[in-house]
């Protein structure tokens, strides 16, 4: 049994993950701003991350053997929890995300054309930390989202304190209604109405994980292993826009109506103009499994098209 703090987990694999936690046998403290109940058998401590003095004062003398931080967006929040969290944990796993290999927000080192990319390609310990950004303004986080959690990954490698590791997330699916970004649920509702669906010329693959196997792997990451540095997370298979929408056309009995976005215009999600894959060769060889994204996709599917329309929109 080991004592785990996790940073959010009030919802979608975050939930899961403190579920899955708890059924484990670890004790388990939650910290967030108080806006969700907490699950039973969990502390849960009410603290705003970003505000380092209620921080620490909610933590009071408390230590742990692993925090997982869901929802670290910023290299100006990762230096609090860094200042935080010194002294009071072994090892620290933050979420992050496969935008941080996203070549259209950063100048990144060249892979031949369709290669699914290892997590070198992106190093946190190399990679520049400017916190004199402003990160605390919301629409420029926004608009920076991948660059935030490249740097906030670089903070946390650099500072030290305690041993580091991240979890680039694929593009997460399944739960149906608990699948908050909408995503899944934009085709089942444009196939499911016939109305058209924009794509690039030539929609290039990307790679998908399911809300459960992502909690599996955190919770392999806090308590199975103790590699430091990032780990991509992506279930086997790349699949495009079209194959995944002909999974759901399959479900649905009707055929997704194409138009070709023009160049530079917006696409519909999962749709891209860039070979948007990670390899997950390194979970692997650390001991994790992946399923196929071909199993899970058809339930996935499944459970979105049980979404009444004023919940998938």
Known sequence: MERICVIGGSRYFGKLLVQRLVAAGHRVTVIN?????????VEHLVADRDDEAALTTALGSRTFDV???????????????????????????????????????AALPHVPHGTSVPEDIVDPAAWRVEMDLPWHDAAYLEAHYAEGKRQAEALFTQVGGFAFASVRSAHVLGGGAQEFTGRLAHYVERIGQGAEIAVHA???PTVFIHYEELADLLLWAATATDFTGPV?????GLLDVRALAAVIAARTGREPVYRTSTAGATASPFSFDRHYAMSNSRAKELGFTFSRTTDWLPAAVAEALDVPAAQAT
Request: charge should be positive.
């Open 202 to 204: 030539k929609a290039l």
């Open 67 to 105: 925090v997982v931080d869901q929802v670290c967006y910023t290299p100006a929040q990762a230096a609090i929890a860094a200042r935080v969290f010194s002294g009071r944990t072994a090892r620290y796993v933050m979420t992050s995300t496969i935008e941080v290999y996203d070549p259209a927000t």
């Open 232 to 236: 991509n997370a992506c279930s086997d």
């Open 33 to 41: 701003r108080g806006s969700t109940p907490p699950l039973t058998g």
